[in-house]
T-cell receptor
């Protein structure tokens, strides 16, 4: 079946550095992608989304890049802070579908 | 505006016992979802609803039942709990867009 996956299960960065979290998807028909942040003991929290007709979208300290040629999605976090420590999930949805397909998640840890 | 709330926050069951998890939302969203999350894994869809009175199976529906009698509530039932159902359960809602909004989760331990 179709799936969303992540290249790296864990990522450790220095405080203040930029973080890049990657995600691969396999379904070229997917038309919408979301990044979620999940802190320990909490539910996933929406960070940013992007539609398939876009290559880049920026938010506050976060940028999502979409490369449809290689079916790759990335989340960039600028000037990483301790509060960014969490598990990050990408999710995709197919055109007309009611459901999201979630990736396994990447744990981001921040070194002081 | 509480958003999405889940009851209870934590529960311990013995094998064979039954229970119902409640998800409530005050955002008037049409769509509601139940997921389970196991350690080190992503979210897997159990059941979902596209509106009051409707339900549909997700990726891992076996052993669970759901009901959506009222638009604001989505109930997840375990008729005969098994240790394999030990997990954290998340409810989510969405309206016209595709973004889903999640509750805080219910941690379930089945002994």
């Amino acid at each position: 079946g179709e799936s969303v996956g992540l290249h790296l299960p864990t990522l450790s960065v220095q405080e203040g550095d930029n973080s890049i979290i990657n995600c691969a998807y396999s379904n070229s028909a997917s038309d919408y992608f979301i990044w979620y942040k999940q802190e320990s003991g909490k539910g996933p929290q929406f960070i940013i989304d992007i539609r398939s007709n876009m290559d880049k979208r920026q938010g506050q300290r976060v940028t999502v890049l979409l490369n449809k040629t290689v079916k790759h999605l990335s989340l960039q976090i600028a000037a990483t802070q301790p509060g960014d420590s969490a598990v990050y999930f990408c999710a995709e949805t197919l055109q007309g579908a009611q459901k999201l397909v979630f990736g396994q998640g990447t744990r981001l840890t921040i070194n002081p | 505006n509480a958003g999405v709330t889940q009851t209870p926050k934590f529960r311990v069951l013995k094998t064979g016992q039954s229970m119902t998890l409640l998800c409530a939302q005050d955002m008037n969203h049409e769509y509601m979802y139940w997921y389970r999350q196991d350690p080190g894994m992503g979210l897997r869809l159990i059941h979902y609803s596209v509106g009051e009175g409707t339900t549909a199976k997700g990726e891992v529906p076996d052993g669970y039942n759901v009901s959506r009698l009222k638009k604001q509530n989505f109930l997840l039932g375990l008729e005969s709990a098994a240790p394999s159902q030990t997990s954290v359960y998340f409810c989510a809602t969405r309206q016209g867009g595709k973004t889903q909004y999640f509750g805080p989760g219910t941690r379930l331990l089945v002994l």
